[in-house]
């Protein structure tokens, strides 16, 4: 649906609620109509995964066996938050690589924070609530830093155990200074691409920023799509597995046709 129909659509769909009860209606929706139903069922569904480099001792092979309709904590609280990630299918993949780390004293970054404004290249809609996932994160990780990146500036902020700032992933120069912050300066345990999710700027980002991913982190990149598979699996197979010898690359298809594919790449710990 274009943009301009779903402006015209918005008041007989919405009324006049506000963002937050617009949210919360979601949350309850999802909650009944996917939440509820997968606790109730055992139906289990796996990802397809294609592993690229070697470290000595693999330690992303249980991507391919995570049960995709697990319903999890990390579902839960994103999606109460006002975050998309537990629609997309990425909650559960979340939740195998990080569950055991939660109590650490990580240092996260997420760069897309999710903006409101419907100028904005992939934004999250005019009910959007930007920093959800930020604030998901904090949530999930008690003892965490989490800063996040976004190329509006009009919705940076700054909370408790969360600090934001401008960076724009298609300017290399942009993704340096980012990574120049002094909260920034040693890099990050936990990296998450959920920005403007096309190939050029996916691999800019990543480009930029997986010599900051901290020994035994992990960094992500969300939403490929289906027809960027092949450009990908190039790249890693023939530049990135040899650039990065102590990077482990797993590709997870959760859509074969679709965007709702991520990469997951896990520095090996010194
Ligand atoms: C899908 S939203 C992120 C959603 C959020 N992570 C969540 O889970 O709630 C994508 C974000 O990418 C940002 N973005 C778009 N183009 C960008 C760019 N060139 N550099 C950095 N961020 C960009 C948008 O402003 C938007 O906030």
Redesign the pocket.
Known sequence: MNKRVKRLLRPFVYGTLSPKTVQSLRFQWWYLTSYVPRMLSSGVRTPRVRYFGTTVVPSLNHLQSLNLLAPTKTCRVMTRF????AWNGYTPVYSALFGDRCDQPLRIL??????NNED?????GVFGA?G??LRGWRQLFPQAHVYG????RGILFEEDRIKTFH????DAASIRELWSRPELRDGADIIIE???HTLE?NISFLEGSLGHLRPGGIYVTEDIGADCFDEWFDRLEKTYSKQYPKYEFAFVTLSERGYNNMLVVRRAAD
């Open positions: 006002g975050s998309d990630k997420e760069l897309g924070l999710g903006t904005v290249l992939s934004n999250m930007p959800a996932s990146a976004d190329i509006d960076c724009d992933q298609l959920d920005g403007l700027a």
